[in-house]
């Protein structure tokens, strides 16, 4: 069901993005093994046209049933959470369990350029001393002078429409990736909740989502210890 935090479902045409095109540049298979020894195979897809000019990358993962539509995940690169593990966030074990969850339900995860929630990586770690000095993650960026949240999905919606998907399940607890991509045309037609992956060291960072921009986690589970 529709979580009633997210944007409109249904927008006014005169109120959609017009959506430039986008073509698929390659298509490879490449066989994926990840740090638990959990495997599979993907079809990984570069495009031409894409607005902000940055390498995004489909992951595409199985196929949905006839009729379903294809299960979808916005994932923002984290260099610090994808690749060396670590705990002040929870990318590197939603990456892990969107590519299984999408694998066994057929769809597609957009592995997206836009590392920090779109500041870069030397912003994003400026932003971690300061929460080191006691500011969350979205105090941080503006005591920077940068916005809480700079990443636009428009080259994400380009990369679906051009993979030929129109209608989507979005694997996501962030309200505004649906809200994007409905006011780009696309039809979310659901937004499916991630795992909860807390540890001690990124609690108050998922908090701090919650209460910022009304990711959907529960609260009672973010326990500061």
Request: charged share 25%.
């Given at each position: 069901?529709?979580?009633?935090?997210?944007?409109?479902?249904?927008?006014?045409?005169?109120?959609?993005i017009?959506?430039?095109?986008?073509t698929?540049?390659?298509?490879?298979?490449?066989p994926?093994?990840?740090?638990?020894?959990y495997t599979?195979?993907?079809?990984l897809?570069?495009?031409?046209?894409?607005?902000?000019?940055?390498?995004?990358?489909?992951?595409?993962?199985?196929?949905?049933?006839?009729?379903?539509?294809?299960?979808?995940?916005?994932?923002?690169?984290?260099?610090?959470?994808?690749?060396?593990?670590?705990?002040?966030?929870?990318?590197?074990?939603?990456?892990?369990e969107?590519?299984?969850?999408i694998?066994?339900?057929?769809?597609?995860?957009?592995?997206l350029?836009?590392?920090?929630?779109?500041?870069?990586?030397?912003?994003?770690?400026?932003?971690?001393?300061?929460?080191?000095?006691?500011?969350?993650?979205?105090?941080?960026?503006?005591?920077?002078?940068?916005?809480?949240?700079?990443?636009?999905?428009?080259?994400?919606?380009?990369?679906?429409?051009?993979?030929?998907?129109?209608?989507?399940?979005?694997?996501?607890?962030?309200?505004?990736?649906?809200?994007?991509?409905?006011?780009?045309?696309?039809?979310?037609?659901?937004?499916?909740?991630?795992?909860?992956?807390?540890?001690?060291?990124?609690v108050?960072?998922?908090?701090?989502?919650?209460?910022?921009?009304?990711?959907?986690?529960?609260?009672?589970?973010?326990?500061?210890?």
């Open positions: 069901m529709r979580d009633p935090r997210d944007a409109t479902a249904t927008s006014d045409s005169s109120s959609l017009e959506l430039p095109t986008a698929v540049r390659t298509r490879v298979t490449v994926l093994r990840f740090g638990d020894g599979v195979t993907a079809d897809v570069t495009f031409h046209g894409l607005t902000d000019g940055q390498e995004h990358v489909a992951v595409i993962l199985g196929e949905p049933a006839a009729g379903q539509a294809p299960l979808v995940r916005l994932h923002s690169e984290c260099l610090t959470g994808d690749v060396f593990g670590s705990a002040r966030c929870d990318c590197g074990p939603q990456l892990r969107a590519v299984e969850r694998a066994d339900r057929g769809g597609v995860l957009l592995y350029r836009q590392e920090g929630r779109g500041i870069g990586l030397y912003n994003k770690l400026d932003a971690y001393a300061l929460q080191d000095q006691g500011l969350d993650t979205y105090e941080a960026n503006a005591a920077l002078g940068l916005p809480e949240d700079a990443r636009d999905y428009t080259a994400a919606a380009q990369m679906l429409r051009a993979l030929g998907i129109d209608a989507l399940d979005l694997l996501s607890n962030n309200p505004d990736k649906a809200a994007q991509l409905r006011t780009l045309g696309l039809k979310v037609t659901d937004r499916v909740p991630t795992g909860v992956f807390s540890t001690a060291q990124n108050r960072y998922l908090r701090a989502k919650v209460i910022h921009t009304q990711h959907t986690l529960s609260l009672t589970e973010l326990t500061v210890g």
